[in-house]
């Protein structure tokens, strides 16, 4: 059974910076791609970032945010820095992957980022 678990929101200033931590475990073979999306409140998710083959940003955090990954521990991660308000919600990893039932998308629980003063 694979699981991804993700780390590090919490409640933040405008101009703040967070760093968000994704851990996938189980039968894994091989991931694909690891990205991150978000939900604000009342909105439909949206791609935040993505690192497969290529590396891709919403252009609303472009310059701002950063994705990275660490192969070797299946874990993916999301630098934010000079959060906005704008930048509130749900935050979800997701991974393409193969495990031993084959090629699939997988989602974690989600953690919460909320830009305020």
């Known amino acids: 059974q694979v699981q991804l678990v993700e780390s590090g929101g919490g409640l933040v200033q405008p101009g703040g910076s967070l760093r968000l931590s994704c851990a996938a475990s189980g039968n894994i073979f091989t991931i694909n791609a690891m990205g991150w999306y978000r939900q604000a409140p009342g909105k439909e998710r949206e791609l935040v970032a993505n690192s497969g083959v290529s590396t891709n940003y919403a252009d609303s955090v472009k310059g701002r945010f950063t994705i990275s990954r660490d192969n070797a521990k299946n874990m993916v991660y999301l630098q934010m820095n000079s959060l906005k308000p704008e930048d509130t919600g749900v935050y979800y990893c997701?991974?393409?992957?193969?495990?031993?039932?084959?090629?699939?998308?997988?989602w974690g629980q989600g953690t919460q980022v909320t830009v305020s003063s």
């Open positions: 997701k991974a393409r992957l193969v495990s031993r039932i084959g090629t699939a998308d997988y």
